[in-house]
């Protein structure tokens, strides 16, 4: 039985070569984004925190890239995740194609918005 991811480090190491640097940007995107956010793994996947709180997480999996969730945001952001969104909470990202970095990143700065405006 395989030992347990423990850090996000670790999550990205054991990622096929090609895979690793997306990873690498995806993350750097997530986290210039939310100034003061942590990351943990949680459920076996990258999540990062904000005052100890689980914000947006991402994983990446055989066709593709997940990040969840996806923010309530205005109609422009609502329009600009459709065509990633999988489900009211999942945006898909598909592997072979560019990942719209500037996009992931919009999202986890709207959730660390809404966490601000909503208190929790």
């Not at 422009?76 to 065509?83: L, S």
């Not at 990202?93 to 700065?109: D, Y």
């Amino acid at each position: 039985m395989p030992e347990p991811i423990e850090t996000v480090r670790q999550y990205i190491d054991e990622l096929p070569g090609d895979l690793q640097n997306t990873v690498i940007d995806l993350r750097s995107a997530v986290l210039q984004a939310v100034p003061g956010a942590e990351e943990k793994i949680a459920y076996g996947i990258p999540t990062v925190t904000l005052n100890g709180k689980n914000l947006i997480s991402y994983a990446v999996w055989k066709t593709h890239i997940g990040v969840y969730p996806i923010p309530a945001g205005d109609e422009v952001f609502q329009a600009r995740i459709a065509p990633f969104r999988e489900s009211k909470s999942t945006a898909r990202f598909p592997l072979g194609k560019p990942v719209p970095f500037g996009l992931i990143a919009e999202m986890a700065a709207l959730l660390a918005a809404e966490r601000t405006v909503g208190g929790s």
